[in-house]
């Protein structure tokens, strides 16, 4: 069996030490004076707890440091640890009144239940029985699958596995719950017998008590023997209560965290919500922040397109500016520019010369105007003109 799926009574949760201690102090209750083999022994507290009331035990493992430490920890005469394997034991035929395997066969590949089945038997007196436990597999599909779980069996298949080999079986059903017992301890059986077995029930609100044990069980436990005085004289029933209460005060604090992570998940939906209104708020500034900016963003695309209007008619006087200047260059650079310039030059600047200039050009006028014949021809001879 792998060491994560070993149960130890000094580390392990209560709930699993109640549910596994039960088995084993139901077995030992029924296998007083007899001699017992403990197979998939594990860690050992399950044989020490047979030893209180058997003849002999003898617990065999397949991981022998487990049994190297089941020896230290429980020194026993009547208890011996034996590292083999569950379907290769090494006992005689006809050893053991009885054979204890709990929560073995689910560790095993289905392909080798019947080996070991048979090695059981083997070993087994005349007259012996063998009490097994496995979880239902059935009701193991509701949780996680476990991994170290490789041959799993329903109620079923678990009867048709010992009716391969024994001719008489009976399965239980076991589960762990919180409950109020109500008993009478002086109450006996018909026999005068201390009473053992109680009628749970299961209660539901609204409705009446159903029996516990087809919906509600998780493991299987069961009797088999060649003898049906035997199997018969074997009564598993019974209810396990702490006297420490460790189960339930492992369920009470279970409710408080339960509590306090109700109580913390209620504030951090109340922060939650203020942070939602806040973010809220937030949203709605932004969001006429947004408007505004889309605003501002149509204002500057219209700025933009009027600028670019500008800008063309300010490029289309650029160019008509380059136009002008190009003849302005033109004329500048002409003959008739540079003597006119020069003229203009003279008369603004030479103030002496100017008198002289202008009253040239009166003459130079003047003779053009007398230089030009009078309408009707040229005067005649003797004509005064």
Do not use: C
């Not at 095993?108 to 239902?136: F, N, Y």
């Not at 699958?145 to 678990?158: C, D, K, R, T, W």
């Amino acid at each position: 069996m792998p060491l994560e799926e070993r149960l130890h009574p000094d580390s392990s949760d209560d709930a699993e030490l109640a549910f596994h201690w039960h088995r084993y102090q139901a077995a030992a209750a029924q296998l007083a004076g007899r001699d017992v083999l403990d197979v998939g022994s594990g860690e050992g507290y399950g044989a020490a707890v047979l030893a209180r009331t058997a003849r002999s035990v003898a617990a065999v493992d397949v991981d022998a440091p487990s049994i190297e430490r089941a020896r230290g920890r429980y020194p026993d005469d009547s208890l011996k640890f034996f590292a083999a394997s569950a379907a290769a034991l090494p006992f005689a035929d006809a050893s053991f009144d009885a054979v204890v395997a709990f929560e073995l066969l689910e560790h095993l590949p289905r392909s080798d239940h019947a080996a070991a089945l048979s090695e059981w038997k083997r070993v087994l007196r005349p007259g012996g029985v063998v009490l097994v436990s496995t979880p239902d597999r059935e009701r193991m599909r509701e949780f996680p699958a476990n991994p170290f779980h490789v041959g799993e069996l329903s109620a079923p298949e678990l009867e048709q596995l010992l009716a391969q080999h024994f001719a008489h079986a009976q399965v239980y059903f076991q589960e762990l719950s919180a409950g109020s017992v109500i008993w009478n301890p002086q109450s006996k059986r018909a026999g005068g017998t201390p009473m053992t077995g109680f009628g749970l029930a299961w209660g539901e609100a609204g409705a009446l008590p159903a029996p516990v044990g087809h919906t509600t069980h998780l493991s299987l436990v069961a009797v088999a023997a060649d003898s049906a005085p035997a199997a018969a004289a074997i009564a598993l029933e019974g209810f396990l209560a702490e006297s420490e209460r460790r189960l339930l005060s492992r369920l009470w604090a279970r409710v408080d965290q339960l509590a306090a992570a109700s109580a913390a998940a209620e504030r951090a939906a109340a922060w939650a919500t203020e942070e939602s209104q806040a973010l809220w708020q937030q949203n709605r500034l932004l969001a006429d922040e947004a408007l505004a900016a889309s605003k501002q963003v149509a204002a500057l695309q219209e700025e933009l397109a009027r600028l670019e209007g500008e800008r063309g008619d300010w490029q289309r006087e650029h160019e008509e500016l380059g136009r002008v200047s190009a003849r302005l260059a033109i004329i500048e650079a002409s003959r008739g520019w540079r003597l006119v310039s020069r003229y203009w030059r003279v008369l603004d600047e030479g103030r002496g010369v100017a008198p002289a200039l202008k009253l040239a050009r009166r003459v130079v006028l003047g003779r053009r105007r007398t230089s030009v014949p009078p309408p009707g021809g040229p005067p005649k001879p003797g004509e005064s003109s």
